[in-house]
């Protein structure tokens, strides 16, 4: 009797051992390209993970084996990491002084964030504005919001739903560039263009 106790211990953990890792971690590039990396502690030990589809299979007892094969991981989960979300984007245009005119490089700038924000299936898009400290605050509330509006109007032009266009206005609240009162900082009167 105890050798067959012996015996099923033994196929369980022969078993067990050929089960292949209980855990695995792939570290997947970032949609922006910046480096990033990922550290997995087990019994004590670090293993990091800090090239793109590197991947750590992590067995019972907590040994840890890595391996890097981009072309098989893309082939078993390309179409699950096709279904993950965009990163979200913040773009940032600027405006004349004293106006919710954008400056000529903006102008030209929107063209390409116009195609960005087109390739996304529903982006949701806040679209805040902002001023320097030139003048009295109310009245860079209501310039940061007639801002915010412009772009607005832009996007929906551009075929972006209205209802998918959050707008704020921070007039000089939320400074780019910290100034004292009464300053003309070209930085500072922008709207920042938030998408998820």
Not at 109 to 128: D, F, G, N, T
Request: charged share 25%; proline share 5%.
């Amino acid at each position: 009797m105890a050798l067959l106790i012996w015996a099923v211990c033994l196929l369980a953990a022969v078993s067990q051992l050929q089960r292949g890792p209980t855990e695995q971690i792939t570290l997947l590039p970032n949609q922006d390209g910046k480096p990033s990396a990922v550290i997995i502690t087990t019994a004590g030990k670090d293993t990091v993970l800090d090239k793109p589809y590197q991947t750590a299979a992590v067995d019972s007892r907590g040994a840890v084996a890595t391996t890097s094969d981009s072309a098989e991981i893309k082939s078993r989960y390309g179409a699950l990491i096709d279904t993950l979300p965009q990163r979200a984007a913040v773009f940032i245009v600027y405006f004349v002084t004293d106006t919710d005119n954008l400056t000529p490089e903006s102008a030209a700038q929107l063209a390409q964030i116009k195609q960005q924000l087109a390739s996304r299936p529903a982006p949701e898009i806040i679209v805040i504005g902002h001023t320097d400290t030139v003048a009295k605050r109310e009245y860079n509330d209501a310039l940061s919001l007639r801002r915010a509006e412009t772009v607005k109007r832009i996007l929906v032009e551009a075929g972006i739903a209205a209802d998918q266009i959050a707008v704020q206005a921070r007039g000089e609240r939320e400074l780019l560039i910290q100034t004292a009162d009464g300053v003309d900082e070209p930085r500072n009167r922008r709207v920042e263009i938030r998408v998820r």
